[in-house]
């Protein structure tokens, strides 16, 4: 763990950085740190490891850094899903030779052997047939399957590599039947809705009937209360056949890029991310950039060139948020990681005016808080506004500004904690804590004093506010007014 004096100076920066937490990073002062700096905005708990009371205590750790920092971050319960996994070997490994020939046993019970390996999801021989390509450990392993005998799969290697146990198990081309749910993960579902997560991420989903699934067991585990936003992972090639009904399901998506690449191929990854992120935003949904983004800094204290750039990239794609996972979760250097994070989302958004391809009036929508963002946007360019200000109840209408890709700061005032985690992932989106259940007047004149305050405006500033008649209703927001700070 790096011991070294910690630069706190706020880094400010429109795009929103996941870290995933785990034994390099739960720690109360550390995550306040990487609160503070500017640069960690949701905690990701990988539900693949820990226990319910493990997760737990994360929770009221992050909540506690949260509070010392004086700021809501969002929590981001991952759930599993049906890896698909080697079973355990032998002295935890076995060598396997370019040529030679490997035999998967999903009957195997016990430990596996070079002469037989074991699998944990028993299936497989009914998803493969003779020619079918494997990909283990990420794709650092691939077999050819020869023939199929009952729950026995012959193949040949095609490297050779060392293969340990547990490894994960991916069909080029996709296909393999899994369903996106196990018992572990309905189990999980009921403990992050019980630690309060704002957002709970489905993997390995296929078509919108997965999220279905998923939407109506929240709905079943959480009777009372917000319930939390739902985030289909893409990463299977199935997802891409069906990504428009799955985007329309969920609440935002992730790019998931490590099993996804493995199905489709590395070459075909960068083209996708484009296409996702910006049917996401069409479709007025977030997205999440993941894998691999700053993995060098698991061990060394600074990113490659070629990690700056991809988190640069995805920032100019238009994404809503880059994750760190390995490199956060059990890294030397889980600060340093979120800190240059922020460096490079800033350095990235002061070269892009607005998002590629996003306007004043990018869909046909007839519904009057998309009308009333659209706009705000509209007229904060055409005047030179230094803010657009929204005051919330759900943080809906704060979120349907950043659609449209601007670089102008969204002040969010809202008096639910709740809306201020949720909106900790829209890009763009500062949510701050105001008590709107009051003179609509007397609001609005609260907002400009926290806002000079702070310095964020000045005497003569014009910004846009947006705001409902009737305060403290849901979806109330009908009001746009262009206002000169006195």
């Not at 698991?298 to 490199?327: F, H, K, Q, W, Y």
């Amino acid at each position: 763990m790096n011991t070294a004096p910690r630069d706190t100076a706020r880094i400010r920066h429109n795009t929103k950085i996941v870290a995933t937490l785990g034994p390099g990073s739960n720690q109360v002062d550390l995550l306040r740190d990487m609160i503070l700096v500017g640069g960690l905005n949701v905690v990701r708990f990988n539900f693949s490891h820990g226990s319910a009371e493990f997760h737990q205590e994360n929770a009221r750790i992050v909540r506690e850094a949260a509070r010392q920092a004086e700021r809501e971050v969002a929590i981001m319960a991952d759930l599993q899903g049906p890896k698909i996994r080697v079973g355990r070997l032998a002295g935890g490994q076995v060598a396997v030779a370019a040529g030679e020939p490997v035999l998967f046993d999903a009957a195997l019970a016990g430990e596996g052997s070079r002469a037989r390996l074991g699998l944990d999801y028993r299936d497989l021989p009914n998803d493969v047939k003779s020619g079918d390509v494997l990909l283990l450990d990420d794709g650092l392993l691939t077999v050819t399957v020869e023939k199929v005998e009952g729950s026995e799969i012959h193949t040949v290697a095609n490297n050779s590599h060392i293969l340990k146990s547990n490894k994960g198990i991916n069909k080029l081309g996709g296909g393999l039947s899994a369903g996106a749910f196990t018992e572990k993960d309905f189990r999980d579902l009921k403990t992050a809705v019980a630690i309060g997560c704002d957002y709970l991420a489905i993997s390995f989903v296929k078509n919108a009937e997965d999220m279905k699934i998923a939407r109506d067991a929240v709905a079943a585990a959480c009777k009372d209360g917000v319930k939390p936003g739902l985030v289909a992972k893409i990463e299977r090639i199935e997802a891409i056949d069906n990504l428009d009904a799955i985007i329309e399901a969920s609440d935002g998506i992730m790019v998931a890029r490590g099993d996804l690449a493995v199905e489709v191929g590395n070459a075909a990854v960068p083209a996708l991310q484009k296409r996702m992120i910006r049917r996401a935003r069409e479709m007025r949904r977030f997205s999440i950039t993941a894998t691999q983004m700053m993995e060098s800094m698991i061990t060394n204290p600074v990113p490659t060139r070629a990690e700056v750039s991809d988190v640069a990239n995805a920032v100019l794609d238009g994404t809503d948020a880059v994750m760190c996972s390995a490199e956060t979760a059990v890294g030397a250097y889980p600060f340093e990681t979120v800190r240059y994070m922020a460096m490079i989302c800033a350095a990235a958004e002061k070269e892009q005016d607005s998002l590629v391809g996003m306007s004043d009036d990018f869909d046909n929508s007839l519904r009057t808080d998309h009308a009333i963002a659209g706009g705000a946007v509209h007229i904060a360019r055409r005047i030179g506004a230094k803010a657009i200000v929204t005051l919330t109840e759900s943080g809906t209408t704060a979120f349907q500004i950043s659609r449209h890709g601007i670089q102008i700061p969204i002040y969010a005032f809202t008096p639910s904690v709740a809306a201020q985690r949720r909106m900790a992932m829209y890009r763009g989106v500062r949510p701050l804590r105001l008590e709107t259940g009051k003179v609509h007047e007397t609001a609005l004149n609260e907002v400009e004093a926290v806002l000079t305050e702070r310095r964020i405006l000045q005497s003569g500033d014009q910004y846009i506010i947006t705001s409902g008649s009737h305060m403290r209703e849901v979806g109330s927001t009908d009001q746009l007014q262009v206002v000169q700070v006195r």
